[in-house]
């Protein structure tokens, strides 16, 4: 017995000190990938994983799964589980130390933008809800996205590049301050959380070109105001510095409500991309919203700021615009969002004012398709290892404001921001996992298959118990029958 004893903690030493499981799915849901295995092997001070879900989140146990195979493959790797019902006091306190915005749900429980937060030191990765499986409604599958998140959060932390984002301001342009569904303040939370540094510009003062200085991408958003001649020409100066931008610019009205220049045709021009003064419709019933079609979902081209948004080429995630207009682009230039051939412009947006108007009977300045995002690079003539200027333009203002970020349809055109963010300060995805294949986690019935249980349901069922019924009673009367006439032969 003592023997038995001995080899049995023996065995549960060697157990505890020896992580071995097997995975016996044929996709390898559970096996870390070899760029995974490689970022864990390359760790050399400790990273902690704060995970922000409560015990009856569904998604906590497939989290805690992936989660224990990153701390096997790394002794480096500490998981840290916050229970936001059960700890209310450190989940808060930890989310005034990361920056992270909390709320009550219907029932009254606490929950986090941030799903989860990847640490080490001052430098931090926040992994929100949507990182750890993508859903897709219309075929109702689901993801998983985690592995992705979490090792691009480890490569983040262990090789922080530091990013300064610098919002212009001086020509109404939307405000960094402003939380509100107008404003940039959500867009500068989520830069901030992400390990950006943040700040104002104003261009209209004389020492803008010195305060652009140490900006890495300059962000235009939203103006009201034509941009004046010596803005712009600061502005030109910072992108042959190799300074990038991120440029949020509809149509500009003039007082007649007809279209006109925005001051930043040199800018743009620059980077072989010239606007089209111009206010697009979309008539494709498939992408444009109830109205005229100035709100319509535009479908990403094949680049790397649009990535995640593609699937074998097929469209997964649609953005949204609101009064667009279009873009004419140069050998340089690429195209980002394009609307459908139904589409068309026209140079007089006082339509729009107009009740019930016929908005087809209107003349058309040109007819789609209608490139209304674009990407370019400008290259420098010094040294190769210098960072080219980037540029990623979007023909509508009210792509990089609140509700981008407030409102859960959106999810499509808030991961195209972000992508177009870290594209173009030259902070792009690290990690390139395969993707983890699909699972279908709703019942899907086509209308033949509906069809067919409506006739198992209402008729054979039916039938079936009747007939059973009408067997047993015959039986029954059979019986008697014959017991009645056994009685009187005796």
């Known amino acids: 017995m003592l023997a038995v004893a001995v080899l049995g903690v023996c065995a549960n030493l060697l157990i505890a000190r020896h992580y071995t499981r097997w995975d016996v799915t044929r996709a390898q849901l559970y096996t870390l990938s070899p760029a995974s295995l490689e970022t864990l092997g390359g760790l050399s001070e400790e990273v902690q994983i704060l995970v922000f879900l409560a015990q009856a989140d569904p998604e906590l146990a497939s989290v805690k799964r992936l989660l224990e195979q990153y701390e096997a493959a790394s002794p480096l790797v500490r998981v840290r589980y916050i229970d936001p019902d059960r700890d209310p006091g450190e989940f808060l306190a930890l989310q005034n130390r990361y920056r992270l915005l909390q709320g009550r749900t219907e029932q009254g429980q606490l929950v986090s933008d941030a799903a989860l937060v990847v640490t080490q030191g001052e430098d931090r990765w926040v992994i929100s809800g949507e990182n750890i499986l993508s859903y897709d409604e219309l075929r109702g599958t689901v993801q998983p996205r985690l592995e992705q998140a979490v090792t691009e959060g480890l490569r983040q932390v262990l090789h922080p590049q530091s990013a300064e984002v610098c919002f212009s301001s001086g020509q109404q342009e939307a405000s960094m301050d402003d939380g509100g569904p107008t404003g940039l303040g959500a867009l500068r939370y989520t830069l901030e959380k992400n390990n950006y540094g943040t700040r104002e510009v104003d261009l209209t003062q004389a020492e803008a070109e010195q305060a652009l200085a140490p900006c890495d ?22 992108a042959r510095r190799g ?53 319509f979902f535009a479908l990403p081209r094949a680049h790397a700021v649009t990535r995640g948004l593609l699937k074998d080429g097929e469209a997964r995630f649609r953005v949204l615009l609101q009064l667009a207009q279009g873009f004419e682009l140069q050998d340089q230039a690429v195209a980002l969002l394009q609307t459908s051939d139904r589409a068309f412009s026209v140079r007089d947006a006082s339509i729009l004012a107009t009740p019930k108007a016929e908005i087809d009977g209107v003349p058309h300045d040109a007819e789609g398709p209608f490139v209304v995002g674009a990407a370019a690079e400008l290259a420098r003539g010094g040294k190769a290892e210098e960072r080219p200027a980037r540029l990623v333009v979007i023909g509508s203002s009210a792509t990089l404001l609140g509700n981008t970020w407030q409102e859960a349809p959106l999810s499509g055109t808030r991961r195209f921001v972000e992508s177009a963010v870290s594209w173009a300060a030259a902070r792009p995805t690290l990690v390139s996992l395969q993707e983890k294949p699909e699972r279908q986690v709703e019942l899907r019935l086509t209308e033949g298959a509906m069809s067919e249980i409506a006739r198992y349901v209402l008729i054979y069922m039916p039938v079936t118990a009747l007939a059973c019924a009408a067997l047993v009673l015959l039986r029954r009367r059979s019986g008697r029958a014959a017991a009645g006439s056994s009685e009187a032969g005796s």
């Open 217 to 238: 991408l300059i962000v235009l958003a939203a103006p009201a105001d034509t941009y004046s001649d010596p803005a712009v020409a600061r502005l030109l100066s910072a």
């Open 243 to 295: 300074k990038s931008f991120l440029v949020s610019l509809g149509p500009t009205l003039g007082e007649d409500n007809r279209t006109t220049r925005s001051g930043l045709e040199p800018l743009l021009e620059l980077f072989g991309v010239r606007p089209r003064a111009q206010l697009i419709f979309e008539r494709d019933p498939d992408r444009a919203l109830p109205g005229a079609g100035e709100v």
